[in-house]
């Protein structure tokens, strides 16, 4: 139960992190540039960052679930789980 909390927590942040970033994309889009150390401009890169960051993380994920679920079926498919024995292979051992 208590890890369920930990993730519930972690993907609110998350979420929040995301929506503050596309909130500061929106409201300072049109700002007018003070120049070479622009601060907005800074904030900017810093939330076009976290979402490139977050969106790379997502994919990353996604295509590891994808591959281990396709994981098992492979090894079905194609026979590369199954290992010949002697039993497996009806061989008689006589003395």
Same mark, same amino acid.
């Given at each position: 139960?208590? #890890? #369920?909390?930990?993730?519930? /927590?972690?993907? /609110? ?10 909130? $500061?994309?929106?409201? &300072?889009? @049109? +700002?007018?540039?003070?120049?070479? @150390?622009? +601060? ?5 890169? &810093? ?8 969106? %790379?993380?997502?994919?990353? &994920?996604? $295509? ?8 098992? %079926? $492979?090894?079905?498919?194609?026979? &590369?789980?199954?290992?010949? =024995? %002697?039993?497996? %292979?009806?061989?008689?051992? =006589?003395?």
């Amino acid at each position: 139960m208590n #890890k #369920k909390i930990i993730a519930l /927590l972690l993907c /609110l942040l998350l979420c929040f992190a995301m929506a503050s970033s596309f909130k $500061l994309i929106a409201e &300072a889009a @049109d +700002h007018h540039c003070s120049g070479r @150390d622009c +601060h907005i401009c800074l904030e900017l890169r &810093a939330s076009f960052s976290l979402l490139n960051g977050i969106i %790379l993380a997502v994919i990353a &994920a996604f $295509l590891l679930s994808v591959a281990v679920s396709a994981c098992p %079926l $492979l090894k079905r498919r194609f026979g &590369a789980g199954r290992k010949d =024995t %002697l039993v497996s %292979l009806k061989v008689r051992l =006589t003395i």
